[in-house]
């Protein structure tokens, strides 16, 4: 879809990376909070924001426990999905 690795739950789209940045599938409602965070960003890969996905750049997934907590984020929204 977006030119990387991407991890599927329940047929959904959890989280990816595209090179060395993260993708996270965050959802709506924690969309913002999720930019709110050091180096993510909205995730633009066709040119426009995809609001709900964020990247993550390199130094915000360095420590486990920050790779842990962004696909921790990714899996609480993918999982209140219905299954595909």
């Not at 999720?34 to 130094?59: C, E, N, W």
Request: net charge positive; glycine share 12%.
């Amino acid at each position: 879809m977006f030119g990387g690795l991407a991890f599927m739950v329940n047929g959904h789209m959890c989280c990816g990376i595209v090179g060395q940045v993260l993708v996270v599938r965050v959802g709506a409602d924690l969309y913002e909070q999720a930019l709110s965070q050091p180096h993510a960003r909205p995730m633009d890969f066709t040119g426009r924001s995809m609001k709900g996905l964020v990247y993550v750049d390199p130094p915000g997934y360095r420590t486990t426990k920050s790779l842990r907590e962004w696909v921790r984020n990714g899996l609480r929204f993918v999982l209140s999905l219905p299954t595909k």
